[in-house]
């Protein structure tokens, strides 16, 4: 019996009528006399395991019955197909192993407050909500991987310690680096333009930090961003790139992942409506919504969550929001040439309220206007020469964009707060388990 | 003319006989009287355009002669097959586009010292050798991820911010996290463990952080791993998917970069004896060997670098060192049954000198001894709650290890120092730019 082969719950249609080993933990289980029904997980399903009083030994019997919720135990019988079941099949039970008995389990059904859970996130991750959304997770960042891959950008991992601030100084981790200071990166972006000159088109991909004292249901102290970077691309061609990502990982996500949206109760339709091209507004028209809703803001500030749901009601799906007046953006934006007091910039504002998930733009290309934007931001010159440099040397036009991957997993999967979208949340009042 | 589709040189072969347009930079010249042959990059391939003065106004002949290296320009002209060109093809030129003339370039073709070239890492990006290891660097982690997503297991990024160290505390780099310390995390091995008691099968990869005060040519202070864990996997099943892992990365690098590896002239029968099996020794075997070569070495203590190495020298190819004292390994290393002195752990080693590439093994699964581990290392049982609630409710057998990315760049690259393995490196002197 012990000899049988372990399978996982996942692959169970290709053992039908055979008997079987699954390795898993004891998620749930409800007796009827002679019956036991368990509820078994291995990682990859949930499946029933019956135990029939006439088929098994009186031990495993005996052990179906008083076996505690999160025991780990190996499961001995033959797959039978059973339409009733979500997984199609269950296990004919004929002999029960048990691994390790679980002391009294903390997470019972009832409902838990989040700093309870969040407490016990190691505990927390094993339940069938949050395995549907680490799995959605895990088929955004595969399809991004594969987006770039398919279309031959080059993965190019940017630096997390960095020696200057990319966007202000006031949200910077800082550590000690043996005699200097360093800072835990915010962006990419800089790095990415250098590795642009090099490469024609790169990415990269990693966790960001920005030290932000806001408990707001959009903030983490640690994030995973992608940020492509084009060489010889403009702005038009950064936001066809943008829609187009994001197209596909909607779509993505929709053809991997229904059972998990259906279990998050997800209104899937508001998926289905995210088609390219998304619509493109400029700033200015972006002010217009504003007004007409009697949010009036002055010309010249930047959005904040409030005005970036408001302007989200106006449309189905992501809506691209360009030109912002270059004082409210960052000193490496674009001039645009047609208006000097606008940026060549980008922000993609997701439906139904969940904010921005992308931003982007051309980068200034002109080293004589990136000095002048250096000053005018105070920065420190010399901790920009090698950035300047990619000026001196062959510039290009090239655009880019930094896509936040919990704010996507958070609007895909249809949550309120961002703390469920990465395996072990950081935030301003968390940093255990 | 401007018209012209934009092609990049890796794909120039669909194009024989076209018109097209090229964007890139030019890497290199040299001139004849009426011709002028400019060899141009575009991040993709490098491509010879070939500038006929009957072919062309006089401004783009003029402009050929004139513009400097690495400025940026847009070729214009039909692509020719060559059978003598190492891309197949080169461009009649038609007209040239001078998108920005580079200032005098500081990288020329000869040898420049290592602190120069670093101090430049965003322009020495540029060399032909940088980019045959960023290329190989990206097949590598395209390779481990494809890996992972084809065997089921899940992605769960670990936390960079983590309360508590996971082995010793002097290479730790601290940073302020509101009113706390936080830390950079290690490794994500104790969350992957968390993890898989909730998923079956999990990876992290990410960045991980050592402040080690060590200058050698085998230590960065940041860089990457991937961790793979495993619920009911031993250690024999460990290095059984080691082993199967780091022969299916072997070969993938073989199958897609022959043209990097011949540049970066890498001895590839080295790579082609690379098929598991792989030996598998014993601690007590090992100590055999290094004893047969005038090393010894009391029992109980860990292999450095040198003794890594002389081990190495009996092998082709990778080898596994299992069940070392436990006395010289971390905590969590599960002790083995036969013998309480031995940890059920493996490290391999790569062969040519290059060093451990994979530390791991079973992890111990038994309350009590982990606990009486954690008290003999004098660690902080309170920072340790969450993982022993793992061994709490539903312990299983379970294993896994971490493969260091630049080590494994480095040794299938055929480098002598980590240094080129990584687009950024950091080390202890060095953090610009």
Redesign the interface.
Known sequence: MQDLK?V?I?EISKYAGRDVCL????YNKRSSGKLHFLQVR???GIIQAVVFKGDVDPETFTMADKIPQ???VEVYGTVKEDKRSPAGFEIGVKHLKL??E??E?PISPKEHGVAFLLE????W??SPR??AI??I??TI??TI?DYF?NN?F??????????AACEGTTTL??????D?K?Y?TQSGQL?ME????????VYCF??T?R?E?SKTRRHL??F?MVEPEM??YDLNMDMDLAEDFVETIVQSVLNANRAELGLLERDISKLENIKKPFPRISYDEALEILKSKGKEVPWGEDFGGDEETAISENFDGPVMIHRYPAECKAFYMKQDPQNAKLALCVDMIAPEGYGEIIGGGQRE?NLDLLLAKIKEHNLNREAFE??L?????????HAGFGLGIERTVGWLCGLHHVRET???P?M??R???
């Open positions: 372990h996982y996942s390795k898993g933990w004891l291995d990682g990859t999160e025991s780990s691994v390790s679980a002391m389990y016990n996130r190691h505990l991750l094993r949050q395995h680490l799995k997770r895990n960042i595969k991987r891959n031959n080059l993965l190019i991992d940017a630096p997390i310690f960095t020696p981790f800082e550590t000690e680096y043996f200097e360093a835990l790095y250098g590795a642009v000159m090099a490469f024609g088109k990693g966790p930090f030290a004292k102290t640690e995973w060489a010889y290309d090698w950035y440099d990619l000026r001196r040397y062959g510039s290009v036009p990465i395996p072990f950081r301003m009042e940093i255990k388990p």
